[in-house]
């Protein structure tokens, strides 16, 4: 079936939102407060890395925001090279400011789309995507940016996802939306919910975990793991 993805939001439209919150996503407990389990999800995947990529010396974070997964990960294992890409380049800056101090290696940021990102073939030990891979529209989307990540990996190298998602199954998507929506009125109430929901059905476009490490298998990662689910949020990811 085809779907039409053009009412969704323009990478202007999705950058221009990001630039004028840089103060909240600074702030993991501000930042991410839509996303259920955000703290645990982050301290699983850099201990994941950390554990699979004990030696690790290049690290790229896509959408990287305000720097928050790699500055976690730069407490796991230290003196990184940091590539940091955002499509806002006032998260980047904050990034950078965030992560330089942190770290002897070099600190690198690219301001672009993540589908556009040039990146050598076995350059990197560990890559991150936090609430950033349901920006991807149509299924050549996600195959491309998979594909490069794979290739971007040298051998044992690691890529950890953590992102809002969707069920194959009609039943178990309507339950899990139903308890997002019930999280959101905990936030903040009915109003909050609504305006959550509704920028989440025009911005975004999350595929399944199904999908995903369908996709995983299919462009070459050899292990995969789900590090945790709850309802509409999970994190999960695969070694080279």
């Known amino acids: ?43 699983l995947c850099t201990e994941a890395a950390k554990y699979v990529n004990p030696n690790a010396t290049d690290l790229l974070d896509i959408g990287c925001g305000a720097g928050n997964y790699t500055l976690k990960m730069l407490s796991k294992v230290s003196n990184l090279n940091c590539t940091l890409n955002d499509l806002s380049l006032p998260m980047l800056e904050r990034a950078q400011q965030r992560v330089k101090p942190q770290t002897n290696g070099q600190v690198t940021i690219i301001q672009d789309d993540m589908r556009n990102l040039n990146l050598a073939d076995n350059s990197l030990d560990i890559v991150l995507a936090a609430a950033t891979l349901h920006h991807l529209r149509d299924d050549a989307d996600w195959e491309h940016v998979f594909t490069k990540i794979y290739q971007a990996l040298r051998p044992g190298g690691s890529f950890w996802i953590s992102d809002l998602i969707t069920h194959d199954t009609k039943p178990l998507e309507e339950l899990f939306y139903k ?20 920028y989440v059905a025009h911005e ?4 399944s975990i199904n999908f995903q490490t369908d996709l995983l298998k299919k462009v070459g990662f050899k292990s995969i793991e789900i590090l945790h689910k709850n309802s509409y949020f999970a994190a999960f990811g695969a070694i080279k």
């Not at 308890?179 to 509704?198: A, C, H, I, M, N």
């Not at 975004?204 to 595929?207: A, F, L």
């Open 204 to 207: 975004d476009t999350p595929r």
């Open 1 to 43: 079936m085809s779907i039409d993805y053009s009412k969704k939001s323009t990478n202007d439209e999705i950058r221009t939102r990001f630039d004028n919150d840089v103060e909240r996503f600074s702030n993991l407990e501000t930042g991410q407060a839509t996303t259920i389990d955000a703290p645990l999800t982050l301290e």
């Open 179 to 198: 308890r997002y929506s019930d999280y959101l009125d905990t936030l903040g109430g009915p109003e909050y919910r609504q305006k959550v929901l509704d």
